[in-house]
């Protein structure tokens, strides 16, 4: 089984900060990429960053400039710090995790975090 923990969501003012964190846990394999979705009210899930194996990233043009990915690989940890925040980035972030094993690959997803930007 695997685990993806995130932490880190929030109120926060527009303008603000937070920095979310998803820790993987269980069996865990070659992790591949690792991500961030979003999913407003009435909206489809959209992919924010993503960060590969090798730390190469990957942004929306909405967050760019204003969102960070990284990675700690030691620590099976994805982070989103997200800067300058605006109403229109309110919605449940979800962590997602892919993993190779035996030449096929899996695809995990957290449980989401809330994240309200206030104006």
């Known amino acids: 089984q695997v685990q993806l923990v995130e932490s880190g969501g929030g109120l926060v003012q527009a303008g603000g900060s937070l920095r979310l964190s998803c820790a993987v846990s269980?069996?865990?394999?070659?992790?591949?990429?690792m991500g961030w979705y979003r999913q407003a009210p009435g909206k489809q899930r959209e992919l924010v960053a993503a960060?590969?194996?090798?730390?190469?990233?990957n942004y929306a043009d909405s967050v760019k400039g204003r969102f960070t990915i990284s990675r700690d690989n030691a620590k099976n940890t994805v982070y989103l710090q997200m800067n300058s925040l605006k109403p229109e980035d309110t919605a449940v972030y979800y962590c997602?995790?892919?993993?190779?094993?035996?030449?096929?690959?899996?695809?995990?997803w957290g449980q989401g975090t809330q994240v309200t930007v206030s104006s």
């Open positions: 960060i590969s194996s090798g730390g190469s990233t």
């Open positions: 997602n995790v892919h993993m190779i094993r035996l030449g096929y690959e899996y695809s995990y």
């Open positions: 269980g069996t865990i394999f070659n992790i591949n990429i």
